[in-house]
C-alpha cells in the first residue's frame, strides 16, 4: 500500500534497525529496489528495537521472541512502513498474523567466522591453545564449539559488532566468533582470521541472507520485492526455517544448518546439540528443491528420532520463553 506525492512519485517506506549492519543492509536495498524502480521514491525508517537496547544481558537469557523484529513488525502493522529489512536469521520463523516474508535477497558466505587477538595471529580453531577464551553468546556456536573442542574457554559477550572487536583487542578474549557475513558487510572482512568449515560449526538457520518483510497481501509491494528476490536462497532458507520450526527453536538455540542446491534437488543437514557439549545429533536430508517445507520438516522429524526433544526440552528449561 503505497502513497504518491503530489509529483505523482509514489514512496515506500523501509523500516530498519539503527544499528550499523542494519543501516548498511538497508540502504543496499534501497538502492537495488531503486535501480530496478526508478520512478519510487524509497524512505528509510530507523527504529530501536528491544534487542538493541538490552545490552548488558546475555541474549540467551532474554529469550528470543522477536527482540530484534517486534518493533519493525508494529510498524508494519500499523502501516507507518511498508517494508522491513531483517538478517533473516533473527527473524523468527512464525510471524504474527497479517505479515509475510516478502523476500529473500541474495546471501553471502554463511558460515561462522574466527576473529582473532594479536597475539593468536595464525591459529585456527583447530589449533587454538588449551584453555584460550572464545568469546561468543550463540548457543549454538558455543554448543558446537565446545563438542569438538573441550578444552578451550566460552565467555559470553555482547554489543555490536565494532564493541566486541574492541574488546577482544583490547584482550578480553583470545577469539571470537561471528558471522562472516556480517563482517563482511560492515567492510570488516579482514578480520576473518578463519571461515570455520560445516563440519565444525554448522550455520544458524538464514545466516547470511536477508529477510523482507511486509504485510501479507500487499500486491504493489511483493510485486517491487520480486525483482530483489534470489530464487536459491529463498529456498535453501524455507527449507532451514521449515526445519528449525518443526523443532520450535527459537532463534537462540543449538540449531545449527547447512544446505545446498544441486540441479532440483536440495540437501539440507541439520543439527541439535546440548549445551555442554556432550551430545550432537546430526541428519541429512535431500528431495526435490520446490519442497522446500517436507524437507525441513522430514530433517526435523529424524532428529527428533534419534532424541532431539529431549535436549531442547532441557534447554526451554533454562531459558525463559
Ligand atoms: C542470532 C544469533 C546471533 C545473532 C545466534 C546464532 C549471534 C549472537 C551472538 C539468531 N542472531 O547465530 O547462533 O553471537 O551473540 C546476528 C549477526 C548477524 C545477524 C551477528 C553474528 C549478521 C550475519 C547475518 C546476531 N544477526 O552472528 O555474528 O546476517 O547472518
Known amino acids: 500500500m503505497t502513497t504518491t506525492t503530489s509529483s505523482g512519485s509514489k514512496i515506500v517506506r523501509i523500516g530498519t534497525r539503527k544499528s550499523n549492519l542494519a543501516m548498511v543492509q538497508t540502504h543496499w536495498v534501497r538502492d537495488e529496489l531503486q535501480k530496478y524502480f526508478p520512478d519510487y521514491e524509497f524512505e528509510i525508517e530507523a527504529m530501536s528495537t528491544q534487542g538493541d537496547k538490552i545490552l548488558d544481558v546475555a541474549l540467551s537469557k532474554i529469550g528470543d521472541k522477536g527482540l530484534f523484529t517486534k518493533e519493525l513488525e508494529l510498524g508494519l502493522l500499523k502501516e507507518e512502513v511498508d517494508l522491513a529489512v531483517h538478517s533473516l536469521k533473527d527473524l523468527p520463523t512464525k510471524l504474527p498474523e497479517g505479515l509475510m516474508l516478502g523476500c529473500v535477497t541474495n546471501r553471502e558466505n554463511p558460515a561462522d567466522a574466527l576473529v582473532l587477538n594479536e597475539k593468536y595471529q595464525g591459529y585456527t580453531i583447530q589449533t587454538l591453545p588449551k584453555g584460550a577464551v572464545v568469546g561468543t553468546s550463540s548457543l549454538r556456536r558455543l554448543a558446537q564449539l565446545r563438542y569438538h573442542y573441550p578444552d578451550l574457554e566460552f565467555k559470553d559477550v555482547r554489543g555490536n559488532l565494532n564493541t566486541r572487536l574492541k574488546k577482544l583487542d583490547a584482550g578480553e578474549y583470545d577469539a571470537l566468533v561471528l558471522a562472516v557475513a556480517g563482517l563482511q558487510r560492515l567492510g570488516l572482512g579482514d578480520r576473518v582470521s578463519q571461515a570455520i568449515p560445516s563440519e565444525i560449526s554448522l550455520h544458524a538457520v538464514g545466516q547470511g541472507a536477508l529477510g523482507i518483510e511486509c504485510r501479507k497481501g500487499d500486491t504493489a509491494i511483493l510485486d ?44 539440507l543437514v541439520g543439527m541439535v546439540a546440548s549445551l555442554d557439549g556432550q551430545q550432537l545429533l546430526k541428519d541429512t536430508v535431500t528431495g526435490d528443491r520446490s519442497k522446500t517445507d517436507q524437507i525441513g520438516y522430514d530433517l526435523g522429524q529424524l532428529l527428533r528420532q534419534k532424541g532431539a526433544q529431549a535436549i531442547l526440552d532441557e534447554i526451554f528449561a533454562q531459558i525463559e520463553r
Request: include cysteine.
Open 224 to 267: 517491487l520485492l520480486s525483482a530483489i528476490e534470489d530464487a536459491e536462497t529463498r529456498d535453501r532458507t524455507l527449507a532451514e526455517r521449515a526445519f528449525l520450526r518443526e523443532l520450535e527453536g527459537g532463534c537462540q538455540v543449538p540449531i545449527g544448518v547447512n544446505s545446498a542446491i544441486a540441479g532440483n534437488q536440495l540437501t
